[in-house]
């Protein structure tokens, strides 16, 4: 019933920036706290940033930190994830997922989370 579709991927030189979007439909979105992953191949998925449903506290991979920035906006169902300063390691497929029942124990597990996007595909050059 939930459905997350994800956009703004693409191709952007080390150091450049990049912001992909999902928007989400099906349910209720201010209930959902919402998160980015990310898969390169032959790799497992891992956490990028969570936003909170209930105020919206953001939380980063230590990867990210000081780089990324997640953010909401409730009137459009959309999470944003702005990537600035890009490596090359950032290269993966970006995965935004939605989580419902606000279990911050698991805000880092993918198995935390009950819906996910398609991804999107994101490459940075050397």
């Known amino acids: 019933q939930v459905q997350l579709v994800e956009s703004g991927g693409g191709l952007v030189q080390a150091g450049g920036s990049l912001r992909v979007s999902c928007a989400a439909s099906?349910?209720?979105?201010?209930?959902?706290?919402m998160g980015w992953f990310r898969q390169a191949p032959g790799k497992e998925r891992e956490f990028v940033a969570r936003?909170?449903?209930?105020?919206?506290?953001?939380y980063y991979a230590d990867s990210v930190k000081g780089r990324f920035t997640i953010s909401r906006d409730n009137t459009k169902n959309t999470v944003y994830l702005q990537m600035n300063s890009l490596k090359p390691e950032d290269t993966a497929v970006y995965y935004c997922?939605?989580?419902?029942?606000?279990?911050?124990?698991?805000?880092?597990?993918?198995?935390?989370?009950?819906?996910w996007g398609q991804g999107t595909q994101v490459t940075v050059s050397s």
């Open positions: 997922a939605a989580e419902q029942r606000g279990l911050n124990v698991m805000r880092t597990m993918p198995g935390g989370y009950d819906y």
């Open positions: 936003v909170s449903a209930s105020d919206s506290h953001t």
């Open positions: 099906g349910g209720t979105f201010t209930r959902f706290a």
